[in-house]
């Protein structure tokens, strides 16, 4: 079965530092997404793209994080500076696309970030 | 905006005993309702769906129904196992909102023998 790839898993860093995350989404699909979720609450999405363009970032702190699919595929998720409220799981999901019966979104194991 | 409320947890249930987990949800138009499980350490896992009024999910022996009237979509289980030990989250997408989900802040379900 076909699964969404995340890495790392776990990532642990100094506040101020820069931190990378990379998805891999699911053969075929067209839309992917990067949600926040922090210990205790459920996921907020951060960022959605449809092949490499972005459809919705309205909830992406911009001064620190950046997000791109360059060629429509795999994703990298950056934050610089990495502040201490940025400890949390961060997921990726994929799905074929936006429309019904194309909207179910597979989420990745997650990357668990800790800032010290 | 769109809300999903979740019954706080945890849940503490016996094997075998009767699973009720209630979602209710604010929503502008006609979503589409999920709930997802997660285990520990783990991404999310969908584990049933329904995209209109009085749509009944199953899966895995859970069920869900898409109440309109009652804006809900409770989940339920006749016989949870140990297995099923998980953090349990409703969620909804708007449609023509993009796929965006919107999700409760879970319920920790642990289920002993």
């Known amino acids: 079965e076909a699964e969404v790839a995340q890495s790392p898993r776990y990532k642990i860093t100094e506040k101020s530092q820069a931190v990378a995350f990379w998805c891999d989404p699911i053969s075929g699909h067209a839309t992917l997404y990067w949600y926040r979720q922090i210990l205790g609450q459920g996921p907020e999405l951060l960022v959605q793209?449809?092949?490499?363009?972005?459809?919705?970032d309205s909830q992406l702190p911009k001064d620190r994080f950046s997000a791109e699919r360059l060629k429509g595929v795999d994703s990298t998720l950056k934050i610089q500076p990495a502040e201490l409220g940025d400890s949390a799981m961060y997921l990726c999901?994929?799905?074929f696309g936006s429309g019904l019966g194309r909207e179910t979104q597979y989420f990745g194991p997650g990357t668990r970030l800790l800032v010290l | 905006g769109d809300s999903v409320t979740q019954m706080e947890g945890p849940v503490t249930l016996s094997e075998e005993a009767f699973l009720t987990i209630n979602c209710t949800y604010t929503a502008t138009g006609y979503p589409s309702l999920f709930w997802y499980v997660q285990y520990p350490g783990e991404g999310l896992q969908l584990l049933l769906k329904?995209?209109?009024?009085?749509d009944k999910g199953s899966n895995k022996g859970f069920e869900a129904t898409y109440r309109k009237e009652t804006t809900s979509f409770h989940l339920e289980k006749g016989s949870v196992q140990v297995s099923d030990s998980a953090v349990y989250f409703c969620a909804l997408s708007e449609a023509g909102g993009g796929n965006k989900l919107t999700f409760g802040t879970g319920t920790q379900l642990k289920v002993e023998l």
């Open positions: 793209f449809q092949d490499e363009s972005v459809v919705d």
């Open positions: 999901a994929s799905s």
């Open positions: 329904a995209t209109k009024a009085d």
